[in-house]
């Protein structure tokens, strides 16, 4: 069952430098307990979509256009305090960087108590108790609730996030690069922990992330962006195995491959786009090793190569049987 | 922030030192009435004798021109001019925190129409300012106190707005957002507790400046002329011609008290900046003990001539 479905969100900055569209007609589904992974390079539009969604853009951003349905309700449409409820009671979030999404002079307990006040999940006197159950359920002792997110290690504020963002019993909830900044053995463990939390809640996540070793990991839908646009969307199997962009076939390229360790890592010439100076045709285009003459002016559709499986590319043709 | 804050302020002797400066004059305000020898509002029964004193036994800083004793002014005189610098004070708290709050917060023309005001306050000279609206107003110490906080609240507004510009970025005021937390509520449970140490440290310096302000006005004549306060003991030295009798235990006295308290004041506001904002600190490697072992421990000569840490 579709929970969530997004349709030609398009998303501008309107700054003193001009306009710039960060995010231009987006189109993506998340099903129920399932998990959609957001991959893409810095800047291309990933975290500006999950914001718009959230409609916690920053002043200068502008939702254009589009429709984000969070079980038939189009988030977009909401008034502000309409919009104030369905945060965190229908959809949450965990920023990004657990150091700096904590306040520093508060303790964690009271941080994460907040939303059950706020909200009024639970009534004041039992707040206590509710964030020892969160903080239980995220594998961080319930004692250490009145301890400052300085007293925490970086693993364990990333724990309290998620606890922070469980608090109102959401069903979507959006992690914003949730294992960026830690090491090795802690990213496994938090994703694990993402994993386990969403078979036991049965909830949808989005993960926003540019590494593709999370997405392989958890997520059963990617969707890859380029300059603020789609690239590829499918399920994570033939996104690894039979990719149709040539963009996501780089950027496979650019991350090393447990199986062939001793495969040489092949980084994509160039920078993204800027936003202020869009190429005409395919954003790709002049990064890309397949390109032909037609896509330097000539703006791709999305591509319906296999049930399931779109690319915006104008080489990607349907694949047969 | 509060512990870890005490425990960097004990290691920071003159911020230690001008605390103890402005607690003790602070409890000498309070304890006047038992460590004064005199009561200044006691029936003077003085003689022609006791016309401005030099000090001696009984009067160990002199009497004043109607025979008084000066060091009984002096410690009451502590009250009023404590009193002001305090209250004038938490009025430039209270007015600079929440026009810097809500115009570094809410952005736009309100903060473009709340800048404009406070740069108009800040431009105009104060203490001929004060001169005017003390004339007109008339001289009571509610008016010196009004005067004083009303026109000085610029600075504190400046510097909180500043402050709240670079916090409101910050990640967790976004979450706090997200989780439904009001305007007001970010302002006050997340933004205001970043930036009271700043505000602490700007606070004691406002402190000094309105008794410093208030001793101007009393000087130039223009204080409550029934209280004694230091200033309004200067104005009267200088009237009553202290300076060409050479009474310079009239004179003195109330300045020195002046300069004890702004004293600690300022080191006390130097210290809680220097915690506040480290880098106005030396740097690490220039802190004397440390420079010093790491000279000891180069291995070409432990005892030849360690230089002194520069910089």
């Known amino acids: 069952m579709t929970l969530l479905q997004v349709k030609d969100l398009t998303v501008e900055y309107h700054t003193d430098a001009g306009i710039f569209r960060a995010v231009e007609h987006l189109n993506f589904r998340l099903e129920q307990g399932k998990s959609l992974g957001l991959v893409g390079e810095s800047g291309c539009g990933k975290t500006t979509a999950v914001l718009a969604m959230m409609r916690l853009l920053p002043e200068a951003g502008r939702i254009v256009g589009g429709e984000a349905r969070l079980d038939g309700t189009d988030l977009l449409r909401l008034s502000p305090t309409e919009m104030r409820e369905y945060r965190w009671h229908k959809i949450s979030m965990v920023f990004q960087g657990a150091m700096n999404a904590l306040n520093p002079v508060r303790t964690v307990g009271s941080q994460i108590e907040e939303p059950l006040l706020l909200h009024e999940t639970t009534p004041r006197n039992r707040a206590k108790e509710e964030v020892a159950r969160l903080l239980d359920l995220v594998g961080v002792s319930p004692s250490r609730a009145n301890q400052y997110p300085h007293q925490f290690s970086g693993g364990m504020r990333q724990r309290a996030m998620i606890a922070m963002a469980l608090a109102c019993r959401p069903r979507v909830v959006i992690t914003d690069e949730p294992t960026t900044a830690l090491d090795v053995m802690i990213q496994a463990q938090i994703l694990d922990l993402l994993q386990e939390l969403q078979a036991e809640l049965n909830l949808s996540i989005i993960m926003v992330t540019h590494d593709l070793g999370v997405v392989a990991e958890l997520c059963d839908d990617v969707l890859v962006m380029y300059g603020g646009r789609m690239a590829e969307c499918a399920d994570a199997d033939t996104i690894f195995n039979q990719p149709a962009h040539p963009y996501t076939r780089r950027l496979l390229l650019a991350f090393p491959d447990i199986n062939d360790p001793r495969a040489e890592l092949a980084s994509i010439p160039g920078f993204p786009p800027p936003l202020d100076n869009l190429p005409p045709g395919c954003r790709f285009e002049p990064r890309c090793d397949a390109a032909t003459a037609a896509c330097a002016h000539e703006i791709p559709v999305d591509v319906e190569v296999a049930p399931g499986h779109r690319a915006s590319c104008l080489l990607a043709r349907p694949r047969k049987g | ?241 202290a300076v060409a009798k050479g009474a310079w235990w009239y004179l003195v006295p109330p300045g020195m008290a002046l300069a004890w308290v702004t004293l600690g004041l300022a080191l006390l506001s130097n210290a809680v900046q220097e915690i506040v904002n480290p880098r106005l600190g030396a740097h690490h490697l220039f802190d004397e003990r440390k420079m010093v072992l790491l000279l000891r421990r180069r291995p070409s000569g432990p005892e030849s001539s360690p230089q002194e840490p520069s910089g």
């Open chain 2, 1 to 241: 922030m509060s512990e870890s804050f005490w425990r960097s302020f004990v290691r920071k002797k003159a911020g230690v030192l001008g605390l103890t400066m402005l607690v003790s004059i602070i409890l000498v305000g309070i304890l006047a009435p038992w460590i004064a020898p005199f009561d200044p509002d006691d029936p003077i029964t003085a003689t022609s004798a006791d016309v401005m004193a030099p000090p001696r036994a009984g009067h160990p800083l002199g009497q004043d021109e109607v025979g008084r004793d000066v060091l009984s002014l002096v410690i009451y005189g502590t009250r009023i001019s404590l009193l002001v610098g305090f209250a004038a004070s938490l009025i430039i708290v209270l007015l600079g925190c929440a026009i810097g709050l809500v115009a570094g917060y809410a952005g736009g023309w309100v903060d473009t129409l709340l800048m404009r005001i406070t740069d108009g306050i800040l431009v105009i000279p104060a203490l001929p300012l004060m001169l005017v609206i003390i004339a007109v107003a008339g001289r009571g110490i509610t008016n010196v106190i009004l005067v004083i906080g009303l026109l000085t609240w610029t600075y504190m507004a400046r510097t909180v707005r500043a402050q709240v510009l670079s916090v409101r970025e910050r990640q967790f005021v976004l979450r706090a957002r997200a989780i439904g937390v009001s305007h007001l509520g970010i302002v006050i449970f997340h933004i205001l507790p970043q930036i009271l140490p700043v505000i602490f440290a700007s606070a004691t310096l406002d402190v000094s400046y309105a008794i410093l302000s208030e001793a101007s006005l009393s000087f130039l004549g223009l204080g409550d002329p029934t209280l004694v306060s230091w200033g309004s003991i200067i104005n009267r030295a200088f009237l009553r011609g």
